[in-house]
């Protein structure tokens, strides 16, 4: 999968889950401040990346702050390097 | 606790059932006596052995909740929360303090509809594919919490459940909060959202539910000698219970006043009614004990009904040993609504309400002859009413019996 590929899939997740416009779903949108993810939220986000790209670690999202940090997480994970 | 001379009243009325989303538009609907079961097209009902019920169509949430709130909330919450919202605005601007408001809700099945998904989805049978929303959207205090932090209520907020039972004892025990003085208003019903494959199978197994496919218009007849069973419904209801010298402080509009409220158990049988309607019976002369009211002082009986042969015959015993042979009009809203059990009780206490503002008795839907086992005036056309107090009852697989008494204001 492209890089660019991992970042569609993470906005449309995003997208779905927190109900917002696509057009403010951008790399550096705060995902609490901007675009008003909670705990359950970002759990879902957990799960559907898993759902992609089977078991990640708990901590996975634990200190993303931008839609950005965690298309660079799920890069990073894809790429084996975590 | 108990604060003397505290006196409740319904300031606010808030429905969604099949019959209307608006009580001047149920109460036409009952009025008129046409039956809500259609055929389910939500679901394939191919080999579930009944294939109608009682549904409301097009539940738009908008108006309510932000979209990620709503799909937060299973559909039992989101009925819970329109009705209640409804019936919150129906009652003004409250002058009590968030943390002097209570709601209690009842359910029966909770989010069921988000328990099945989760259930018999995914890819595996064993466990399912339950997502981080499936326990607070399943839990079946979901409506209480949604109408508390919806509406900043900061004063009890609980869950009551006597299955069929669960909106009559959610509003009797609202109004006990309120007389008791734990708090100044109290929303309280029911809500219910179990129109799903299992739920059905299990009821038609369980030899409850009418199999009159043909016919589903002529399905839910209480009390007539013909009926075989109830239909299966959903909806929601919510009253506005508030100390009724604040509401008068504020110049409320006071529908009625809850008088009277009495809780027993058969202590008999997981589903079938004790002996004589026993229970039934005990439970309606306290109901008259607390209203401090004679029988003969209740303009109408607002009954169960459910159409099922066993409940209504148990109750027009018991109806007939606390009155005395045919000596209260009975009616049933069954007929029109079907069975929304945890949220029966409180749409039957909406129509009684509502009764009492009207001055008249709905009809029994379906009623073509009665049973002659159940020996009670049944009422099958529109009655004009003398404006005396409402009984309205509530029974529950479990033997859980609720009664609630209205009186006018």
Redesign the interface.
Known sequence: MSEDDIATVVREHCVRI??VDPGRVTGDALLREDL?ADS?DL??L??ALEDRWGPLPRETLADVRTVGDVIAKARLLLSGSV | MRVPGVRVAVTGLGVRTPAGAHPKEVWNALLAGRSTARPITSFDTEGLGVGFACQIAGLDMEAYL???QA??LDRMAQLAVCAATDALADAGALRAAPQRQAVVTGTCFGGRMTDELVMLGGRHPERGDP???SV?MAMHNSAAAAISMHHRIQGPSLSVETACASGSHAIGEAGRLVRDGYADVAIAGGAEACITPTVLLGFRRCQVLSQRDDAPERASRPFDRDRDGFVLAEGAAFVVLENLEHAMRRDAHVYAELTGYASTSDAHHLTAPSPQGEGAARCMRAALADAGLAPEEISHVNAHGTGTPLNDVAEAQAINEVFGPARVPVTSVKGVTGHAIAAAGAIEAVAAVLALQEQAIPPTANLEHVDPRCEVDVVGRVRPMPPRPVMSNSFGFGGHNATLIFSPC
Do not use: D, F
């Open positions: 927190l109900k008003e359950l759990a879902e957990h799960v | 932000p979209p990620k799909s937060r997502g981080p929303l607070p």
